[in-house]
């Protein structure tokens, strides 16, 4: 079992950066992959990124690929997704989450239903 707590969100313009944090409990952290997601108001949740239980590898929607960053530090529990160049449109709520799931050929996890532990999110918001 893990339980996650998510940090940093806040107001911001755009064009401007944040970093979110997601702190999780628990001796086998390294063991799980680790997504973010997003909903706005509205809307679905959404998949954002995910990296791998070594770091190893990462995978991004299309529509933050080349702005945002995910990152983790095992030896701390921490996930972390660096956001750059923000949108009015990247304006939701991010969720960190994790998952036993990791595919050997190369796929990654990126539907809500397999991510089986969650954070309680962190409002982020861009103004134009």
């Known amino acids: 079992q893990v339980q996650l707590v998510e940090s940093g969100g806040g107001l911001v313009q755009a064009g401007g950066s944040l970093r979110l944090s997601c702190a999780a409990s628990?001796?086998?952290?390294?063991?799980?992959?680790m997504g973010w997601f997003r909903q706005a108001p509205g809307k679905a949740r959404e998949f954002v990124a995910t990296?791998?239980?070594?770091?190893?590898?990462?995978y991004y929607a299309d529509s933050v690929k080349g702005r945002f960053i995910i990152s983790r530090d095992n030896a701390k529990n921490t996930v972390y997704l660096q956001m750059n160049s923000l949108k009015p449109e990247d304006t939701a709520v991010y969720y960190c989450?994790?998952?036993?799931?990791?595919?050997?050929?190369?796929?990654?996890?990126?539907?809500?239903?397999?991510?089986?532990?969650w954070g309680q999110g962190t409002q982020v918001t861009v103004s134009s």
């Open positions: 989450a994790a998952t036993l799931i990791y595919y050997s050929g190369g796929g990654y996890p990126r539907n809500i239903y397999e991510y089986h532990h």
């Open positions: 628990g001796r086998t952290f390294s063991t799980y992959t």
């Open positions: 990296i791998t239980w070594s770091g190893g590898s990462t």
